[in-house]
DNA sequence: TTGAAAGCGATACCAT
DNA sequence: ATGGTATCGCTTTCAA
């Protein structure tokens, strides 16, 4: 039993298929009760279910985005994800969503991919390069990642960065390390410009992956190095929660304050301390961006400081 | 500029829109070097994409799954949900994820919303109910949950769990409590199996969210109850989490063990001892079953016990 | 080896 | 208010 096509219903209701198409879309003609109600009938009794593709073919549309992220594992990404998403949703669209481990050339072939599925629109969480559109004409944004030629929404990271770090500097702390991934150029910034207001020397740097591990190894790296450091500004959650591991392993004391603010950093010991993204906002204006298909631009929130134990608070 | 069609990437050729598809699918007709050789040199030159909408509906297939998942935030879903991408793309198909947020209504959307795109098969991680097809004809699994005459894929959940709570036991605990979620009958069931066999009394249960709420508000009360509890296994990681936390706070000394095993609950402190459900395994597992097509059937993998520190080993 | 053309399911204009 | 029908981009059979 193949699935049921607008054909089926027109003749088990009698009508044209014109109508039948009329009464699914309501509109764009009117449709009589009656022929509206034998319809309605033909639809349930059949257990017709519209093509979306065949429908996307024909109205070139799919009001459809596509959301790419390098790791779905992330639950930076995953929250992202769910705010574009629910977002989305309140506007009408679906929300198509792959992950690219990271890979360049994954994230190329998905990009492909959900161009050729017609999205109406794609969301780049901390891509790689700047895609190839190859000439399809669509709204893009890159989020937490400015591209040339792509709109970009982010959180402020300098700003939130420098928060960050006089916070740590109020609590009385006079060597404070960062902890950084590739790509977190203004969060070591505004690393910089809290010391340097301070007059505190930023000599402290170590430059580890953005997860779990990163974390682990700074933090292994710090304790070993003994260099007099009592704190840490690191640019990631996960790299907060690594090296967290290596102070407990080591029995060492360490003020930690991270960039990000997802649920692990609330519920690892101790809380971390974070400089949050606002991830409803950025998706607000992700989707808006999508949906009304502005030139692009970059807009970045300010991320607020939510004070929990890793600080000493 | 409306995208490139195969129009006119023909027209430019100078050959019919059959060799192009020739071309383009490799097949099923030989094209001549110098035909195949100006299709891909107008392809490239007009930057032309395949519609796959377009070809969905003429061969009435996408080569594509569906993936709903309660929450993308929870680590194990995501966990899955990258090993079952993984795993699809292996054998050439693409996976669209989308969740629910856990609440039902939103369920059956997604699933109308992936039934009406014409996916190739369904994934549906732990849904809360069997899904409407309406006489769709496609391979659907369900894991970590039984659904009437839908396949399943999980882990062993009675034998893991047993195996967590016998290592607790081996420990020296006498009084081990229970802390479950919703659906967690056969995780429960290990733990009294255990229990029983070692002449131990299953009375101490907390029944609770699955996630780290839950878990910290589960660890509240056990703390709160002094009920002589030593040591506590819970139904996911997220609970063992929350549960840490509890403790912490209330500086008291406990054992745990929980079930599932990602990443999050390996950085955590003390790093858990978990049962790890078989990810890889069980997402080759959904994918072949996908693939081929098998009728209904439920398959269950066995969970392998990794010891941290939180057991006190 | 290649081209013409039918048809996938749905939309919406042009008639009636 | 309703029906007939051309069309979206692509695949593939049938003929040449």
Redesign the pocket.
């Known amino acids: 039993m ?9 003749e088990y ?10 009464v ?2 309501g ?10 109600e034998r319809v309605l009938e033909a639809i349930r009794v059949l257990g ?13 549309s799919t009001r459809t985005f596509g959301l790419i992220t390098p790791d779905g594992g992330n639950p930076l990404f995953a929250e992202l994800a769910k705010a574009i998403d629910r977002a989305a949703a309140e506007r009408g669209y679906v929300v198509l969503q792959t992950s690219t481990d990271g890979d360049p050339a994954t994230e190329r072939a998905k990009v492909a991919e959900l161009l ?1 599925r017609q999205v109406s629109g794609l969301v780049l969480v901390t891509p790689s390069e700047a895609p190839d559109l190859a000439g399809a004409e669509l709204p893009v944004v890159a989020v937490n990642r400015m591209l040339p030629g792509v709109s970009s929404v982010g959180p402020r990271y300098r700003e939130g960065a420098r928060t960050a770090v006089e916070h740590l500097i109020w609590h009385g702390h006079k060597r404070i390390a960062l902890v950084v991934g590739a790509g977190g150029a203004e969060r070591e910034q505004g690393w910089r410009d809290a010391l340097g207001e301070a007059g505190l020397s930023a000599d402290v740097v170590e430059r580890v992956g953005f997860g779990r591990e990163g974390g682990y190894e700074a933090g292994l790296r710090l304790v070993g190095r003994r260099t007099g450091v009592t704190a840490v500004f690191a640019s990631s959650d996960l790299q907060g929660v690594g090296l967290l591991r290596a102070f407990h392993e080591a029995g060492v004391e360490m003020a930690v304050v991270v960039f990000d603010g997802t649920p692990e950093a609330e519920y690892c010991w101790p809380p971390l301390t974070v400089v949050r993204q606002p991830v409803e906002v950025m998706a607000a204006e992700v989707v808006r961006q999508l949906v009304e298909g502005v030139v692009p631009e970059a807009v970045a929130f300010p991320a607020e400081l939510v004070v929990r134990r890793s600080c000493g608070c």
């Open positions: 193949s699935p049921v096509t607008r054909n089926q219903v027109a209701a009698g009508v044209s298929t014109a109508v039948v198409s009329y699914v879309n509109g764009p003609r009117a449709v009589s009760p009656a022929a509206r017709y279910r519209p093509n979306a593709t065949a429908r996307a073919l024909k109205v070139g050729a």
